[in-house]
């Protein structure tokens, strides 16, 4: 009985691993290949925020990305992290000196949203977040505490090799 129960328990976490962290490579036929570029674009590109006085470097912790690898075929990668609520992943919350937010991506998504959660939620992941207004890769951080989530898309066209969408969370304070 032990040993199944130890089996059950290393194949239960086996597919839970599984499911959050996969690559895949399909091939797809197209009429013409998308554009090469100089660089090959394999994953989701780094955030970085500015509030006038410091620049915060994020890396995405959820979404999923695909990329031309060439002769027709892409590779595609799901990534799973931990929920912004999470609070056993939660740093401190970085002060904010300023309440105007600047997004700034190394390639620029085709659209962007944010949510946030006061930090009073954390621990609690069902909680529902508020949506930012975001104007020109901008927004306005609310006063206090809050776990900041932002989303972006590139979309799939024919001028780009690569598409998908990630997902930065931070948690900051503003007074």
Same mark, same amino acid.
């Given at each position: 009985?032990?040993?199944?129960?130890?089996?059950?328990?290393?194949?239960?976490?086996l597919?839970?691993?599984?499911?959050?962290?996969?690559?895949?490579?399909?091939?797809?036929?197209?009429?013409?290949?998308?554009p090469?570029? /100089?660089? %090959?674009v394999s994953?989701?590109? $780094? &955030?970085?925020?500015e #509030?006038?006085?410091?620049?915060? +470097?994020l890396? *995405?912790?959820?979404g999923?990305?695909?990329?031309?690898?060439?002769?027709?075929k892409w590779?595609?990668?799901?990534?799973c992290?931990?929920?912004?609520?999470?609070?056993?992943?939660?740093?401190?919350?970085?002060p904010?000196?300023?309440?105007?937010?600047?997004?700034?991506f /190394?390639? %620029?998504?085709?659209?962007?949203? $944010? &949510?946030?959660?006061? #930090?009073?939620?954390?621990?609690? +992941?069902?909680? *529902?977040?508020s949506?930012?207004p975001?104007?020109?890769?901008?927004?306005?951080?609310?006063?206090?505490?809050?776990?900041?989530?932002?989303?972006?898309r590139?979309?799939?066209?024919?001028?780009?090799?690569?598409?998908?969408h990630?997902?930065?969370?931070?948690?900051?304070?503003?007074?």
């Open positions: 009985m032990k040993r199944f129960v130890s089996l059950f328990l290393f194949l239960s976490c597919s839970l691993f599984a499911s959050c962290d996969t690559s895949r490579e399909v091939s797809i036929d197209t009429a013409e290949p998308p090469s570029i /100089d660089e %090959l994953e989701p590109p $780094v &955030l970085m925020i #509030d006038g006085e410091q620049t915060i +470097t890396r *995405s912790g959820n999923e990305w695909s990329y031309h690898i060439g002769n027709g590779a595609s990668s799901n990534f992290g931990a929920h912004p609520l999470d609070n056993i992943h939660t740093p401190d919350p970085v904010l000196s300023d309440n105007s937010v600047a997004l700034a /190394d390639l %620029l998504p085709d659209s962007v949203t $944010v &949510l946030c959660w006061p #930090d009073t939620d954390l621990g609690n +992941t069902e909680s *529902s977040p949506e930012v975001v104007t020109n890769f901008t927004f306005s951080s609310k006063p206090g505490s809050w776990i900041y989530e932002i989303t972006a590139w979309e799939q066209s024919d001028n780009r090799n690569y598409h998908g990630a997902s930065y969370a931070f948690y900051a304070v503003f007074q």
